[in-house]
């Protein structure tokens, strides 16, 4: 027989390192397709504070990194690819990548969501050049400088509190006058005194050359606009979006049941629209998307395909 997985897991964060650990350790025949850096987002998080067992100073890399030892020591194959085409429908899935086409008795997508953008202009023109996604990537640029935080949920203020750590002054703004964010992370945010707080605003535009020189903010309330220029002495101001993130379900969405937003639609078993199909993570519609949910959502959705190739008849 051709080389025919039992499980492939697309992605590896931890929904997908969860479930590549369950699965090999089940000895499954297991293969994880990831097309960046093992860890998925939890890896641009610098504290881990509410992972229950963490050690005290775990980061998202420490804690990710262990997870796909783990996976490693239980015997789950690694393989860097993107997978761009897939065929689901019968009990062999075909899965095709930029460098192979893999084989398997079942998949579990765990392949997770990426940053949004604001949409504004002279956004995309800033990227890499004062505009981030990525305070633990990024952060240590804008040492001694001015930033700005858009967004008002637990990664803005999260990431707002951060950044404190090198810049001189942040200033978080968000488009009402009310956080989405956990309270007791708003009143962390609160009590820092290099972190200043613009309500009811957003961002219009980005301007500078090459380098992020100033932005334009509007009232969301009034509708006045105002500028905000770096400091002469700096010359250069740093922005950092936190707005929420997108599913990676582009190539999945035709063939897999999805909600308006992208997300994928399952069962508390983790079981998508089509038989020996399994989403886990941040993929996932859900109520709350965190590191202790994906590996739940990644060991849940293992069983369940173990449970699925078992009653399978070749
Ligand atoms: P989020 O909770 O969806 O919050 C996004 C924030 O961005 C909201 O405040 C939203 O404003 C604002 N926003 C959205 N689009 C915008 C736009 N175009 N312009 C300006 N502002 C915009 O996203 P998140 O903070 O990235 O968190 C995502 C998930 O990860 C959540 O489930 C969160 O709990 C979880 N998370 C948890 C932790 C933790 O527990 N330690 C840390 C990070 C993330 P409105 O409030 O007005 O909608």
């Not at 027989?1 to 897991?9: A, L, P, S």
Request: hydrophobic share 40%; net charge negative; glycine share 10%.
């Amino acid at each position: 027989m051709e080389n025919i997985y039992d499980v492939i897991i697309i992605g590896a964060g931890p929904a997908g390192l969860a479930a590549g650990i369950y699965a090999a350790r089940a000895r499954m025949k297991t293969l994880i397709v990831e097309k960046g850096i093992p860890g998925g987002l939890i890896v641009n998080t610098n504290e881990i504070e509410n992972y229950p067992g963490a050690e005290e100073n775990a980061t998202g890399p420490s804690l990710t990194e262990r997870m796909k030892e783990q996976a490693d020591e239980f015997g789950a194959e690694f393989i860097t690819d993107e997978i761009v085409q897939i065929d689901l429908n019968n009990d062999i899935k075909k899965l095709t990548g930029r460098v192979g086409t893999y084989q398997s008795k079942s998949v579990i997508i765990a392949a997770g969501a990426y940053p949004k953008t604001i949409g504004c202009k002279g956004e995309r023109e800033h990227i890499g050049q004062g505009v981030s996604y990525c305070a633990t990537c990024d952060g240590s640029f804008y040492t001694g400088l001015e930033v700005i935080v858009v967004g008002g949920g637990d990664a803005a203020l999260e990431e707002a509190i951060f950044l404190t750590r090198f810049a001189r002054k942040v200033t978080i703004v968000h488009r009402r006058d009310k956080f989405r964010a956990a309270k007791s992370i708003q009143e962390k945010a609160m009590k820092n005194e290099k972190i200043n707080i613009r309500w009811n605003t957003i961002v219009e535009e980005i301007n500078g050359d090459g380098i992020v020189e100033s932005v334009i903010f509007k009232d969301t309330v009034t509708g006045e606009i105002t500028e905000k220029k770096a400091d002469p002495a700096d010359g250069i101001m740093g922005v950092f979006v936190f707005v929420g993130y997108k599913p990676y379900t582009e190539i999945f969405k035709e063939a897999i049941g999805t909600d308006p937003h992208g997300y994928v639609i399952t069962d508390e078993k983790m079981q998508t629209n089509i038989k020996g199909v399994f989403a886990a993570g941040d993929i996932r519609v859900k109520p709350l998307r965190q590191v202790v949910t994906a590996v739940s959502d990644g060991a849940i959705a293992t069983v369940e395909a173990e449970k699925y190739i078992d009653d399978l008849v070749f």
